[in-house]
């Protein structure tokens, strides 16, 4: 069964203090890991699809890297509006079915 | 502007009856789906759709109906069987030409049964 866990589940930082965000995962026979931005109260919006290990995507102050077993997203220097629920995702074999995980919580302050 | 619209925001029901929420797509894709999202857990997956008149039990189907007559619509009702139905649900959709997990979401609908 797949499996996705993200920690810490928050985090609260100053304006300009950067940080990573773990996402562990177990799945079979990876296709695809993805990572997701959420307002409160708002649908995810898609950020990141990472396919193979060493692979490294980056968005504006985000970057998000990926190994065999976990991966990171770098908040580098944030900002107020990088404060959001980020959500990291995995799919398998099985075709639309993607293993989310609770999230992470990040709070930027000015 | 393309996008999807979920109908209504804010929705209470009493027990023991059912309720549909709408999902509406403008962006030609193929492929729609339902998840549920409760507080401190990830999101699950109710139903998937991967074309018309065609759909499929997601992780949690038990107390849910859908019905996939149009390319643009994906109602989900829900039923008086489904046990804790308070919660936020999700409606999204995602081009069949492109990877499945890259899923474009609405802005979500909140049950609580009173």
């Known amino acids: 069964e797949d499996q996705v866990t993200q920690s810490p589940e928050a985090l609260r930082l100053q304006e300009g203090e950067s940080s990573s965000l773990n996402c562990s995962y177990t799945?079979?026979?990876?296709?695809?890991l993805f990572w997701y931005r959420q307002d409160p109260g708002k649908g995810p919006e898609f950020l990141f699809t990472?396919?193979?290990a060493g692979e490294e995507k980056e968005k504006e102050r985000l970057k998000a890297t990926l190994t065999k077993k976990e991966s990171f997203l770098h908040i580098t220097a944030p900002k107020p509006e990088d404060s959001a629920t980020y959500l990291c995702?995995?799919?398998?074999?099985?075709?639309?079915?993607?293993?989310f995980g609770a999230g992470t919580q990040v709070v930027v302050t000015p | 502007d393309g996008g999807i619209t979920q109908s209504p925001k804010y929705l209470f029901r009493k027990e023991g009856q059912n309720v549909t929420l709408s999902c509406e797509q403008n962006?030609?894709?193929?492929?729609m789906y339902w998840y549920r999202q409760d507080p401190g857990q990830g999101l699950r997956l109710i139903y998937y759709?991967?074309?018309?008149?065609?759909?499929q039990k997601g992780d949690i189907a038990e107390g849910y109906s859908v019905s996939r007559e149009k390319k643009e619509s994906f109602p989900l009702t829900v039923t008086s069987a489904q046990k804790n139905p308070t919660a936020f649900y999700l409606c999204?959709?995602?081009?069949?030409?492109?990877?499945?997990?890259?899923?474009?979401f609405g802005e979500g609908s909140r049950l609580t049964v009173l």
């Open positions: 962006l030609n894709h193929d492929a």
């Open positions: 759709s991967q074309i018309v008149n065609d759909f």
């Open positions: 999204a959709s995602s081009s069949a030409g492109a990877n499945t997990g890259e899923l474009f």
């Open positions: 995702a995995v799919q398998g074999h099985s075709w639309g079915k993607l293993q």
């Open positions: 799945v079979s026979g990876l296709r695809g």
């Open positions: 990472l396919y193979s």
